[in-house]
């Protein structure tokens, strides 16, 4: 698969962690695999590398603690924990019990045991995270927890904390901040340490109460900043409104920087790591046609991005709605490109922005084998084809891009008296002049703009 080994590119003294995922019956065996390797991809970004990955194929995620008994045990072999959810360690088992179990494990047609399991790791090694590919109630992540001996995250947490880790600007933090406490809040538990045990189980409760209301305050403090933040913003941006404007948008690690680097001759972060773009850039199409034309490069979507986050991340997206046209970046080189189309699709309408003009690039095209490409080009007549690191391919965008805006453009005659010549230098940074004509009383200018801007002009000219 195309990003199979990336996922472990962190030295061998890198924090560990293991996977799980269960597979369940509404998944295909392409859509669990690419999860669970995207998954992957995130713990990488996290930092982590992963020694092993369990995974079980189940009806559907058991209540307590995902996995069934016999996963749960070979999960707390590999993290040191001792495999069980209860509190109480569990009795010394004799190796005859163990046999039996480990043989019921192997014919429960339920948890039918899978041989993907990859381990490269001896069991005695501390692992520090386990990540789980499902969303974990708050029980079931504490059972997991009490089993491993590890933190436990499931993929909302996962992709929660990445964003806390790189948001840059003033206002991602702030919404990775609220996002983080309305997911960490339910999670809450009575602190450890024989607290409740020292002052009886009512006062640990009280406790556990007074912080989550403190939470609570500090989610409606946020907020408040928030709001604030974003006033400031929108004032910025409406200056911007007026510009031409298209928005890069699509998966994680679809090229959309790389596209933004390339078109704009800017220096945006580039990495070839999930969600390596957290915020909203804004830089003018390189070299500059007249009137100019602004790209945003925005955060990339992920599959079951967490809603919380799509909330949040909205006002980053604004952009992207104020965008007159989208370009839809997509890695065709994944096997899982249509899934991710998808996804972007319903994240787009989500937003609101489903119905904003949108041009789909396949991107990575020099990943592709030629009859591949040949039958994504014959499944996709419609779509750009491009390379994002092939600068003719970039040239070709950018006169595309500019034919996208000139298409909208109509033509008019308009009289520029000798007076007023700073007009036509403006008319010159706002459409296209195509013929100048000098008479007595002015110049009679050819143009071709948008109809609001001809209309702009026209009442400009005639005060
Ligand atoms: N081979 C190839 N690699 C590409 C191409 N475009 C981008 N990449 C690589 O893909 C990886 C991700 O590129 P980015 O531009 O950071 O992707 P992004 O869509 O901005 O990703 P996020 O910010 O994480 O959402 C990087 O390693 C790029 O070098 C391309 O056309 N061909
Ligand atoms: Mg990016």
């Known amino acids: 698969m195309a990003h199979s080994s990336e996922g472990s590119t962190h030295p061998r003294t890198a924090a560990r962690a293991v996977l799980v995922a269960v597979h369940l019956p ?13 998954l992957e991809r995130l713990v990488s970004t996290l930092g982590y590398r992963t020694i092993a ?33 209860g509190t109480t360690a569990p009795k010394r088992k004799d190796k ?17 045991d899978d041989a993907e399991d990859e381990q490269d790791e001896p069991s005695s090694s501390k692992v520090e995270l386990v990540a789980v590919d499902h969303d974990l109630s708050p029980s079931q992540a504490r059972n997991l927890e009490r089993a491993t001996g590890a933190q436990v995250l499931d993929r909302t947490g996962v992709i929660i904390e990445i964003f806390h880790r790189h948001a840059k600007s003033r206002e991602a933090r702030l919404q990775v901040e609220i996002a983080r406490l309305n997911y960490t809040a339910p999670r809450m538990r009575e602190s450890p340490g024989g607290k409740e045990r020292q002052q009886g189980r009512g006062a640990g409760e009280a406790a556990l109460e007074l912080d989550r209301r403190k939470v609570r305050d500090r989610v409606a403090e946020l907020r408040q900043e928030l709001e604030a933040v974003q006033r400031d913003q929108d004032v910025r941006r409406s200056h911007r409104r007026q510009a031409r404007r298209i928005a890069l948008v699509g998966y994680t690690n679809a090229g959309k920087s790389s596209l933004m680097r390339a078109l704009t001759g800017s220096d945006v972060y580039v990495e070839n790591k ?21 790209v945003s490069d925005t955060v990339g979507f992920i599959k079951k991005l967490p809603l919380d986050l799509v909330a949040s991340f909205k006002s980053t997206l604004d952009e992207a709605l104020e965008a007159s046209h989208l370009l839809h970046i997509v890695d065709a080189s994944d096997p899982s490109w249509n899934a991710q189309l998808e996804v972007t699709h319903d994240v787009l309408s989500e937003i609101g922005a489903g119905d904003v003009p949108a041009t789909l690039v396949m991107n ?17 007549p419609d779509a750009w084809f491009v390379s994002a690191h092939d600068p003719a391919d970039v040239a070709k965008i950018r006169e595309r891009i500019i034919t996208l805006f000139e298409a909208t453009y109509v033509e008019e005659e308009l009289m520029v008296p000798y007076t007023r010549q700073a007009v036509l230098s403006e008319m010159h940074d706002s459409g296209r ?17 948008e109809p609001e801007t001809i209309a702009r002009f026209k009442s400009r000219l005639s005060k």
């Open 433 to 449: 002049v195509a013929a100048e004509r000098y008479e007595e009383n002015g110049i009679f200018v050819t143009y071709r703009a």
């Open 364 to 380: 990575k095209i020099d990943r592709l084998a030629p009859e591949e490409l040949a039958r994504l080009r014959a499944l996709c």
């Open 26 to 38: 509404d998944a295909d065996d392409l859509e669990f695999r690419s999860s669970v390797e995207e």
């Open 274 to 294: 999930l969600f390596a773009t957290l915020d909203t850039t804004v830089r003018a199409l390189h070299p500059e046609p007249k009137p100019r034309i602004l």
């Open 96 to 112: 005859a019990r163990l046999k039996r179990e480990a043989a019921v494990d192997a014919s429960d047609d339920e948890d039918a």
């Open 53 to 85: 990955t369990i995974t079980q194929a189940r009806s559907h995620l058991e209540a307590a603690a995902v996995l069934g008994e016999g996963k749960l045990k070979e999960l707390g072999d590999l993290t040191g924990g001792d495999g069980h959810i």
